[in-house]
Protein backbone atom coordinates (compact mmCIF):
# COMPACT_ATOMS: atom_id res chain seq x y z
CA UNK A 1 0.00 0.00 0.00
CA UNK A 2 1.14 3.17 -0.85
CA UNK A 3 2.68 5.54 1.70
CA UNK A 4 2.01 9.11 1.96
CA UNK A 5 5.31 9.85 1.10
CA UNK A 6 5.22 7.83 -2.08
CA UNK A 7 1.61 9.84 -2.64
CA UNK A 8 3.45 13.23 -3.25
CA UNK A 9 6.41 11.89 -4.87
CA UNK A 10 4.05 10.78 -7.22
CA UNK A 11 2.10 13.99 -7.76
CA UNK A 12 5.66 16.26 -7.48
CA UNK A 13 5.54 17.23 -11.05
CA UNK A 14 2.34 19.71 -9.92
CA UNK A 15 4.82 21.31 -7.37
CA UNK A 16 4.97 24.61 -9.94
CA UNK A 17 2.27 26.45 -10.96
CA UNK A 18 -0.43 24.00 -10.94
CA UNK A 19 -0.08 23.85 -7.41
CA UNK A 20 -0.06 28.02 -7.08
CA UNK A 21 -3.51 27.64 -9.26
CA UNK A 22 -4.81 24.80 -7.10
CA UNK A 23 -3.87 27.56 -3.96
CA UNK A 24 -5.64 30.50 -5.47
CA UNK A 25 -9.04 28.36 -6.60
CA UNK A 26 -9.26 26.45 -2.51
CA UNK A 27 -8.57 30.09 -1.15
CA UNK A 28 -10.79 31.57 -3.49
CA UNK A 29 -13.59 28.78 -2.15
CA UNK A 30 -12.87 29.37 1.54
CA UNK A 31 -13.31 33.49 0.97
CA UNK A 32 -16.62 33.12 -1.42
CA UNK A 33 -17.93 29.75 0.20
CA UNK A 34 -19.86 29.69 3.79
CA UNK A 35 -21.03 26.01 3.35
CA UNK A 36 -18.32 24.78 5.82
CA UNK A 37 -18.91 21.39 4.10
CA UNK A 38 -16.83 22.57 1.31
CA UNK A 39 -15.02 24.87 3.19
CA UNK A 40 -13.55 21.62 5.10
CA UNK A 41 -12.77 20.41 1.49
CA UNK A 42 -10.88 23.42 0.24
CA UNK A 43 -8.98 23.80 3.58
CA UNK A 44 -8.06 19.99 2.71
CA UNK A 45 -6.74 20.63 -0.56
CA UNK A 46 -4.75 23.65 -0.33
CA UNK A 47 -2.69 21.63 2.52
CA UNK A 48 -1.90 19.11 0.24
CA UNK A 49 -0.78 22.01 -2.77
CA UNK A 50 1.26 23.69 0.24
CA UNK A 51 3.14 20.23 1.23
CA UNK A 52 3.33 19.81 -2.80
CA UNK A 53 5.15 23.87 -2.14
CA UNK A 54 6.94 23.13 0.55
CA UNK A 55 8.78 20.02 -0.90
CA UNK A 56 11.40 22.06 -2.95
CA UNK A 57 12.36 24.37 0.30
CA UNK A 58 12.51 21.56 2.85
CA UNK A 59 13.37 17.76 3.26
CA UNK A 60 10.33 15.76 1.97
CA UNK A 61 9.81 14.05 5.52
CA UNK A 62 9.04 17.36 7.17
CA UNK A 63 6.76 18.93 4.44
CA UNK A 64 4.47 15.83 5.10
CA UNK A 65 4.65 16.21 8.96
CA UNK A 66 3.58 19.87 8.29
CA UNK A 67 0.80 18.12 6.01
CA UNK A 68 -0.36 15.74 8.69
CA UNK A 69 -0.73 18.31 11.03
CA UNK A 70 -3.26 20.49 8.33
CA UNK A 71 -5.46 18.03 7.89
CA UNK A 72 -5.96 17.29 11.98
CA UNK A 73 -6.71 20.37 11.77
CA UNK A 74 -9.21 19.89 8.81
CA UNK A 75 -10.67 17.11 11.11
CA UNK A 76 -11.04 19.23 13.87
CA UNK A 77 -12.81 21.60 12.04
CA UNK A 78 -15.63 19.01 10.81
CA UNK A 79 -15.95 17.88 13.92
CA UNK A 80 -16.50 20.98 15.20
CA UNK A 81 -19.28 21.73 12.40
CA UNK A 82 -20.70 19.04 12.93
CA UNK A 83 -21.45 19.58 16.23
CA UNK A 84 -22.55 23.51 16.01
CA UNK A 85 -24.72 22.28 13.03
CA UNK A 86 -26.56 20.03 15.25
CA UNK A 87 -27.45 22.73 17.86
CA UNK A 88 -27.78 25.18 15.52
CA UNK A 89 -30.53 22.95 13.48
CA UNK A 90 -33.85 23.65 15.46
CA UNK A 91 -33.11 27.40 15.78
CA UNK A 92 -32.97 27.91 11.52
CA UNK A 93 -36.32 25.63 11.32
CA UNK A 94 -37.97 27.86 13.33
CA UNK A 95 -37.11 31.17 10.81
CA UNK A 96 -40.10 32.13 8.87
CA UNK A 97 -39.88 32.34 4.92
CA UNK A 98 -39.49 36.18 5.40
CA UNK A 99 -36.59 35.39 7.27
CA UNK A 100 -35.06 32.38 4.96
CA UNK A 101 -35.47 34.48 1.39
CA UNK A 102 -33.68 37.10 3.25
CA UNK A 103 -30.93 35.13 4.00
CA UNK A 104 -30.35 33.86 0.93
CA UNK A 105 -30.73 37.11 -0.97
CA UNK A 106 -27.99 38.26 1.86
CA UNK A 107 -25.28 35.08 1.01
CA UNK A 108 -25.62 35.57 -2.87
CA UNK A 109 -24.78 39.65 -2.29
CA UNK A 110 -22.01 38.72 -0.17
CA UNK A 111 -20.86 35.75 -2.18
CA UNK A 112 -21.01 38.34 -5.46
CA UNK A 113 -18.86 40.86 -3.53
CA UNK A 114 -16.70 38.14 -1.83
CA UNK A 115 -15.99 37.15 -5.63
CA UNK A 116 -14.84 40.62 -6.86
CA UNK A 117 -12.47 40.82 -4.20
CA UNK A 118 -10.56 37.68 -4.74
CA UNK A 119 -10.33 38.43 -8.39
CA UNK A 120 -8.81 41.86 -7.32
CA UNK A 121 -6.93 40.75 -4.58
CA UNK A 122 -5.07 37.96 -7.21
CA UNK A 123 -4.43 40.66 -9.75
CA UNK A 124 -2.94 42.80 -7.28
CA UNK A 125 -0.60 39.64 -5.68
CA UNK A 126 0.50 38.89 -9.23
CA UNK A 127 1.78 42.67 -9.73
CA UNK A 128 3.43 42.28 -6.37
CA UNK A 129 5.05 39.44 -7.35
CA UNK A 130 6.69 41.01 -10.54
CA UNK A 131 7.32 44.66 -8.53
CA UNK A 132 7.99 43.39 -5.28
CA UNK A 133 9.44 39.89 -5.27
CA UNK A 134 10.45 38.10 -2.43
CA UNK A 135 14.70 37.17 -2.32
CA UNK A 136 14.76 35.06 -5.69
CA UNK A 137 17.95 33.08 -4.24
CA UNK A 138 15.56 31.76 -1.56
CA UNK A 139 11.89 32.06 -2.83
CA UNK A 140 10.77 31.05 -6.48
CA UNK A 141 8.34 33.19 -8.44
CA UNK A 142 5.76 31.18 -8.73
CA UNK A 143 6.37 30.45 -4.79
CA UNK A 144 6.35 34.44 -3.84
CA UNK A 145 2.60 34.62 -5.70
CA UNK A 146 1.53 32.09 -3.93
CA UNK A 147 2.73 33.61 -0.92
CA UNK A 148 0.96 37.33 -1.75
CA UNK A 149 -2.21 35.25 -2.86
CA UNK A 150 -2.93 33.19 0.31
CA UNK A 151 -1.28 36.25 2.23
CA UNK A 152 -3.74 38.48 0.59
CA UNK A 153 -6.70 36.13 0.50
CA UNK A 154 -6.30 35.48 4.30
CA UNK A 155 -6.09 38.46 5.40
CA UNK A 156 -9.20 39.04 3.18
CA UNK A 157 -11.16 36.32 4.98
CA UNK A 158 -10.34 37.66 8.43
CA UNK A 159 -11.90 40.78 7.18
CA UNK A 160 -15.27 40.38 5.99
CA UNK A 161 -16.07 37.42 8.27
CA UNK A 162 -18.08 37.24 11.55
CA UNK A 163 -17.92 33.26 12.53
CA UNK A 164 -14.75 32.20 14.60
CA UNK A 165 -14.28 29.40 11.93
CA UNK A 166 -14.44 31.60 9.01
CA UNK A 167 -12.04 33.74 10.80
CA UNK A 168 -9.72 30.80 11.94
CA UNK A 169 -9.62 29.53 8.27
CA UNK A 170 -8.70 33.53 7.15
CA UNK A 171 -5.73 32.73 9.66
CA UNK A 172 -4.73 29.60 8.68
CA UNK A 173 -4.62 30.41 4.82
CA UNK A 174 -2.47 33.67 6.35
CA UNK A 175 -0.53 31.22 8.05
CA UNK A 176 0.07 29.04 5.47
CA UNK A 177 1.67 32.03 2.67
CA UNK A 178 3.60 32.94 5.01
CA UNK A 179 4.96 28.92 6.12
CA UNK A 180 5.81 29.21 2.71
CA UNK A 181 8.25 32.20 2.81
CA UNK A 182 9.89 31.70 6.06
CA UNK A 183 10.47 28.06 5.69
CA UNK A 184 12.79 28.85 2.62
CA UNK A 185 14.69 31.21 4.92
CA UNK A 186 15.20 29.09 8.11
CA UNK A 187 14.41 25.97 6.77
CA UNK A 188 14.95 23.88 10.18
CA UNK A 189 12.68 21.62 12.19
CA UNK A 190 12.20 23.70 15.33
CA UNK A 191 10.71 26.21 13.02
CA UNK A 192 8.60 23.76 11.36
CA UNK A 193 7.24 22.56 14.27
CA UNK A 194 6.10 25.88 15.79
CA UNK A 195 4.61 27.04 12.70
CA UNK A 196 2.31 23.82 12.97
CA UNK A 197 2.29 24.30 16.28
CA UNK A 198 0.48 27.51 15.94
CA UNK A 199 -1.53 26.68 13.43
CA UNK A 200 -3.05 23.50 16.01
CA UNK A 201 -3.63 26.21 18.33
CA UNK A 202 -5.65 28.63 15.92
CA UNK A 203 -7.55 25.81 15.18
CA UNK A 204 -8.56 24.62 18.28
CA UNK A 205 -9.34 28.33 19.68
CA UNK A 206 -11.88 29.36 16.99
CA UNK A 207 -13.22 25.27 17.26
CA UNK A 208 -13.86 26.26 20.65
CA UNK A 209 -15.91 29.73 20.10
CA UNK A 210 -17.59 28.25 17.44
CA UNK A 211 -18.63 25.84 19.87
CA UNK A 212 -19.55 28.67 22.62
CA UNK A 213 -21.37 30.63 19.95
CA UNK A 214 -23.59 27.40 18.92
CA UNK A 215 -24.61 26.41 22.24
CA UNK A 216 -25.75 30.05 22.92
CA UNK A 217 -27.54 30.40 20.18
CA UNK A 218 -29.12 27.06 21.25
CA UNK A 219 -29.89 28.68 24.98
CA UNK A 220 -31.28 31.18 23.48
CA UNK A 221 -34.27 29.36 21.53
CA UNK A 222 -34.79 27.24 24.49
CA UNK A 223 -35.05 30.08 26.62
CA UNK A 224 -37.47 31.89 24.25
Known sequence: MPTLLDLVKSVSFLAAMPAVAGLLITAGILVVSRDWRLNVIA???????????LTRQIHLEVAAVKGLIGWLICMVFYLTERRADALERPVEAGESAPAQRWRRWAMSARASFSLLAVILITVAAYVAALRIPLPETEVPRDITLACYILAGLGVLLIGISESPMQVGLGLLTFLSGFDL?????????????????VSFLIALAAAYLRTVQAAAAATREEAS
Not at 43 to 53: G, H, W
Not at 181 to 197: D, H, K, M, Q, T
Open 43 to 53: LTVQYFFVVLL
Open 181 to 197: FYVAIEPSLAVAGLLGG
